[in-house]
C-alpha cells in the first residue's frame, strides 16, 4: 500500500519530505514486526542482535565494547541488554585473564539453540520480503540508504 493511503496524508511538502516519512514509517512497520516475532521467544530484537555478533566470534569471547559498535541499535544500554540474558542463560560474561578491566561475553549452549530454533522462521520471514521486490531492487534500495547517509 502507498503511504499516502497508509497514513491517510495526500500531500507532501515535496518528494523528500514524503521518503523520509516514508523511511520512518516503514522502519516503524518492520520494528513492530520483528518486535512480534522475538516475542515468542521472550527476546527483543537487541537481543537477537547481540547474540548474532557473539555467535559471529564464537568460540572467541568479545567485549561489550566490540559489540556495542557493531550493533544495528546503537541507542540501547549493552550493560542492561547483557544483563538481562546472563539472566536468561543465552551468554556468559567473565572478567577477560589478560585484562581485569574488560569483559569477556560468549554464547552459551542455550544461546546457540535459541538462534538456530529462531533460523527458521526468520528465514521464512525473508523470504516473504524477497518476493516483493527483485534483487536489484534490494541492491538499489540499499545504495540510496547508503547515499542518504552520506
Given amino acids: 500500500m502507498k503511504i499516502e493511503q497508509e497514513i491517510l496524508?495526500?500531500?507532501?511538502?515535496?518528494?523528500?519530505?514524503?521518503?523520509?516519512i516514508n523511511l520512518i514509517f516503514t522502519n516503524n512497520w518492520l520494528r513492530d514486526l520483528q518486535n512480534e516475532h522475538f516475542k515468542q521467544y521472550d527476546i527483543l530484537p537487541q537481543h537477537f542482535n547481540i547474540l548474532r555478533i557473539i555467535r559471529g566470534k564464537h568460540p572467541n569471547p568479545v567485549s561489550p565494547g566490540e559489540i556495542k559498535k557493531v550493533m544495528l541499535d546503537k541507542g540501547n544500554d549493552i550493560t542492561r541488554l547483557l544483563d538481562k540474558m546472563v539472566v536468561?542463560?543465552?551468554?556468559?560474561r567473565k572478567l577477560c585473564?589478560?585484562?581485569r578491566r574488560k569483559m569477556d561475553i560468549t554464547i552459551t549452549d542455550k544461546g546457540l539453540e535459541l538462534?538456530?530454533?529462531?533460523?527458521?522462521?526468520?528465514?521464512?520471514?525473508?523470504?516473504?520480503?524477497?518476493?516483493?521486490?527483485?534483487?536489484?531492487?534490494?541492491?538499489?534500495?540499499?545504495?540510496?540508504?547508503?547515499?542518504?547517509?552520506?
Fill in 115 to 150: 538462534l538456530t530454533a529462531i533460523d527458521v522462521p526468520l528465514t521464512i520471514f525473508l523470504d516473504s520480503i524477497k518476493n516483493r521486490f527483485s534483487k536489484h531492487d534490494a541492491e538499489q534500495l540499499s545504495d540510496l540508504l547508503d547515499k542518504l547517509r552520506g
Fill in 97 to 99: 585473564e589478560h585484562n
Fill in 88 to 92: 536468561k542463560e543465552l551468554i556468559d
Fill in 9 to 20: 496524508q495526500e500531500k507532501f511538502e515535496d518528494s523528500y519530505q514524503k521518503a523520509i
